[in-house]
């Protein structure tokens, strides 16, 4: 299916991390470019359009947070960023300027593969979905909420928010089977393409991103289960 070598950007500083992650990547078929900076890191992103983008938080120049927030607001890219273990706010803020998904160090590089092919798989779904006529390109209407899935934007009462294609995705899924609660590992099997569970906090982050952007009352918390669309028809 692939007919083209896919690009990946590994940005870290710590060079027998990023010669690992490039080995393994390398490995797996994918054509692997290493910068050790922030700059050098926003740069060549914007030179080479790599079609992923693995970011480790702590780099010299500035840290990946920015190299992340600018990245974004350019052409914006599936980023999985690497953050020290335990560092909650790294995290937390790493989702909001737009990483797609996290990896706490130390991880395993089978790991690190899967997640990027699974980073892939979503950015090429939505692609399919943007460029093909197909039956999932409909609006979706649901009391005040209207999701355009063509151009992939969405509005309460009249006001468009301006979601990260992780959070568009999201909201797709929670908006096809509303009012039902949908557990967490669920949608992040679905939404993110990974079957581990270990990394439900991923999903509380971006539900948190659409509530801050859609409204607290959109989204409800089925504590120890899941979220549920609480929107009228
Ligand atoms: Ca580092």
């Known amino acids: 299916m692939e007919t083209t070598e896919r690009r990946v950007l590994v940005v870290e500083d710590e060079r027998a991390i990023a010669d690992a992650v490039a080995a393994r990547l390398r490995a797996e078929g994918f054509l692997v470019q290493v910068v050790g900076d922030g700059p050098s890191a926003v740069e060549t992103a914007r030179n080479t359009h790599p079609d992923v983008i693995v970011l480790d938080v702590m780099l010299p120049g500035f ?10 607001a350019e052409r914006p890219v599936p980023i999985l960023m690497l953050t020290a273990r335990g560092d909650e706010t790294d995290l937390l803020v790493g989702l909001a300027v737009g990483a797609d998904d996290y990896m706490a160090k130390p991880f395993s590089m089978r ?3 899967a997640r990027v092919h699974a980073l892939l798989r979503r950015a090429d779904k939505a692609a399919t979905v943007t460029t093909a006529p197909r039956p999932d390109t409909t609006t979706i209407r649901l009391g005040d909420l209207e999701i355009n899935q063509a151009e992939r934007r969405v509005l309460r009462g009249g006001v468009e928010a301006h979601l990260t294609p992780t959070e568009f995705d999201l909201l797709v899924h929670l908006a096809g089977r509303p009012r039902t609660v949908l557990p967490r590992e669920r949608l992040l099997a679905e939404v993110w393409g990974w079957a581990d569970a270990s ?14 952007k859609l409204g607290a009352d959109l ?12 929107v009228d028809r």
């Open 219 to 230: 989204i409800r918390t089925v504590h120890g289960v899941g979220y549920a669309l609480e």
């Open 111 to 113: 790991e690190l593969a």
């Open 199 to 212: 990394g439900t906090r991923t999903v509380d982050s971006h539900i948190k991103g659409l509530r801050r």
């Open 63 to 72: 840290d990946g947070l920015e190299v992340c927030r600018r990245i974004q």
